[in-house]
């Protein structure tokens, strides 16, 4: 079948060149991109072939199960596109090629910090690069007399000598440089050596800001926090030095570009309240954590990389309304609504998942194929309200709670042959669903597994005798059968 390649709206162009696009980060201290990333994996690996489509998915009107004839070649791409899986439904699809194929969501090239100066990273031209001594505490006075060179700048490239911190003056006069000098032209800006950054303020009702109550809307409507960069001149931020995001520290951005090869951690509401920033490509390499309400509403994201995170928080994706793609495949724990509200979801890579939170996925439009194959325990409504998914594969899950995978309309397979309970509704409501495979042993149901699933076919893989009084809860006329 011919496949439309998708775009994303974004550039491709070196990191801190500040070129007029929003791919992150590469490897080292150098700032140029790397080569492709050599893949010699199987499709069914979780690592696919570098030689698959370099196209993304896209939802087809029509959904298949069915695969081609045993033996023949089968496009990994089409259980994504169209809901085709291999003959034996059972059998691993692999997962999407575009995590291998795309250069934003293969991308795994680390960093590790090392102390540099000016001439040692390449810069967009128009940038202006100086040392500063961050014990002279001065950097007002000392952009003032730089004020002729700034003035013919489009971006600053600070390079701290005498410390690895900038303090609340510093910070703030680098914030708010454009306003003092009457600056109109700088967009970038890049800080080397910076090892530690200043949080947010929460705007809580107490707090005295001027921004107090104000709140972002979903969720559980966290509040804002303040910080120096809510009207700040900087589109493009490079701080590939830092060791952490704290709680905060960015909240209601409009950044475009994001850079930060050396965070291991982000932290609450870190970029949280962003609805109108246009960072579309967002790109960690080191975080490990990201905490609650991180990312919620920058409605922006197309595609989110993750390669070395082993959990991320409640709500941290939460109203991402354009995230199309999302990969962690180191992920263990997705927290509650993590990317809730992402309409335009079209594929996750999440190979080593273990935990996925409550509403963790709800109301999703594009989505087509689900695979988590170390999956092991499903929360309440995890997944639910899919408007195109065709099929689940959780080979390894043992425990689904209530109403984990409900209201798909379009839902027809099922692949859960390690289950061992089954809460309260957990597959109910999905009317095109025709097979759901089990193991070898009836699980553990509580009331309405299967109600509103009228077309259902269950199938172990156990002896029959076995099997031969298990009694679908909430649809006790459901076949039941050996698996074919």
């Not at 700032?31 to 698959?52: C, L, W």
Request: glycine share 8%; proline share 8%.
């Amino acid at each position: 079948m011919k496949r439309k390649t998708i775009l994303a709206a974004v550039g491709i162009v070196l990191a801190v060149s500040g070129a007029g696009a929003i791919v992150l980060v590469s490897g080292g201290n150098s700032a140029e991109p790397p080569a492709a990333v050599e893949n010699t994996a199987t499709a069914a690996s979780d690592n696919p072939a570098s030689s698959a489509p370099a196209t993304s998915s896209q939802v087809s009107a029509t959904s298949t199960t069915q695969g081609a004839g045993r033996g023949s070649v089968r496009d990994p791409a089409l259980a994504y596109s169209e809901g085709v899986l291999p003959e034996n439904p059972t059998d691993d699809p692999g997962p999407d090629p575009v995590f291998a194929t795309d250069p934003d969501l293969r991308r795994n090239d680390g960093y590790s910090y090392q102390p540099s100066k000016p001439g040692d990273h390449q810069l967009a031209a128009g940038t202006l690069a100086f040392q500063y001594d961050v014990a002279t505490n001065a950097l007002k006075v000392r952009l003032a007399e730089r004020k002729p060179e700034l003035a013919k700048a489009t971006g600053v490239a600070l390079y701290l000598t005498g410390g690895t911190a900038l303090s609340d003056g510093d910070l703030a006069a680098l914030q708010g440089v454009h306003r003092d000098l009457g600056l109109s032209n700088l967009s970038r800006l890049h800080i080397y050596n910076l090892r530690s950054i200043q949080g947010g303020r929460e705007c809580t009702p107490a707090s005295g800001l001027p921004c107090a109550g104000q709140q972002a809307r979903g969720g559980k409507f966290p509040y804002l926090w303040h910080n120096g960069w809510w009207d700040t001149w900087v589109r493009q931020l490079v701080l590939d030095d830092l060791d952490a995001v704290p709680d905060g520290a960015f909240s209601n951005h409009n950044f475009s570009e994001v850079s930060l090869r050396g965070a291991r951690s982000i932290g609450v509401m870190a970029f949280g309240h962003a609805p109108y920033a246009k960072l579309s490509v967002l790109y960690l390499p080191s975080a490990g954590t990201i905490a609650h309400d991180a990312f919620r509403r920058n409605q922006y994201l197309v595609k989110v990389n993750l390669p070395n995170a082993t959990q991320v928080d409640d709500f941290a994706f939460d109203d991402a309304s354009r995230l199309r793609y999302f990969t962690a495949p180191a992920l263990r724990r997705l927290g509650r609504n993590a990317l809730n509200d992402s309409h335009e979801l079209v594929s996750v890579n999440l190979p080593k998942l273990e935990y996925l939170g409550i509403n963790c996925f709800d109301l999703n439009h594009k989505l087509v194929g689900l695979r988590l194959p170390a999956l092991s325990e499903m929360d309440k409504n995890a997944v639910t309200n899919f408007a195109n998914l065709r099929w689940v594969h959780t080979p390894r899950l043992t425990t689904v709670w209530h109403n984990a995978i409900t209201n798909n309309p379009k839902l027809t397979t099922v692949i859960t042959p390690a289950v061992t309970r089954l809460g309260p509704g957990a597959v109910r409501d999905n009317p095109a669903l025709t097979a759901i495979h089990l193991g070898s042993t009836p699980p553990r149901q509580e009331a309405g597994v299967f109600a509103g699933s009228p077309n259902a076919i269950i199938y172990h893989t156990g002896d029959p005798a076995v099997w031969a009084n298990f009694e679908p809860s909430g649809n006790p006329g459901l076949p039941v059968r050996p698996k074919p």
